[in-house]
């Protein structure tokens, strides 16, 4: 591994637990795109990388928010029942498709929760403090 690959590992991970401490998106929101553009891994290593990264970064993360009071386990728990079942499913189509339609669907669920979530910030105009 080169210095430049190892250091470009090392801001993906920091800025990722830094963005995913903020707005709690997925490591593999941050992950599979530095990885792909700035490490050239292919999209389908990046996503597996991804997948092994952001265990650590989601158990202290839920750990941090847990202490102040903002974790609901019963959501989270219902959310991971058939969180690993679906993995499984998409690893397996993963490995099938080709690289181009990994990126092009990866870009496009991307978009399409930045448009719901912008629009829904956008109609609220809360302005209190997230954690109060």
Same mark, same amino acid.
């Given at each position: 591994?080169?210095?430049?690959?190892?250091?470009?590992?090392?801001?993906?991970? +920091?800025?990722? *637990?830094?963005?995913?401490?903020?707005? =709690?998106?997925?490591? @593999? #929101? %941050?992950?599979?795109? /530095?990885? &792909?553009?700035?490490?050239?891994?292919?999209?389908?290593?990046?996503?597996?990388?991804?997948?092994?990264?952001?265990?650590?970064?989601?158990?202290?993360?839920?750990?941090?928010? +847990?202490?102040? *009071?903002?974790?609901?386990?019963?959501? =989270?728990?219902?959310? @991971? #029942? %058939?969180?690993?079942? /679906?993995? &499984?499913?998409?690893?397996?189509?993963?490995?099938?498709?080709?690289?181009?339609?990994?990126?092009?669907?990866?870009?496009?669920?991307?978009?399409?929760?930045?448009?719901?979530?912008?629009?829904?910030?956008?109609?609220?105009?809360?302005?209190?403090?997230?954690?109060?």
């Amino acid at each position: 591994m080169e210095a430049t690959d190892l250091i470009g590992l090392l801001v993906i991970g +920091g800025a990722a *637990g830094v963005v995913s401490g903020l707005v =709690g998106v997925g490591g @593999g #929101v %941050l992950f599979v795109p /530095g990885l &792909v553009l700035f490490l050239e891994e292919s999209q389908v290593e990046a996503e597996a990388t991804s997948l092994f990264a952001v265990v650590g970064v989601a158990a202290v993360g839920a750990y941090r928010q +847990g202490g102040y *009071g903002n974790l609901r386990l019963r959501d =989270g728990l219902l959310i @991971g #029942v %058939l969180s690993p079942l /679906g993995v &499984v499913v998409g690893t397996v189509v993963a490995n099938e498709v080709p690289e181009r339609a990994l990126q092009i669907s990866f870009a496009a669920v991307q978009l399409f929760f930045a448009y719901r979530l912008a629009r829904r910030a956008m109609r609220s105009g809360e302005e209190a403090p997230s954690g109060a």
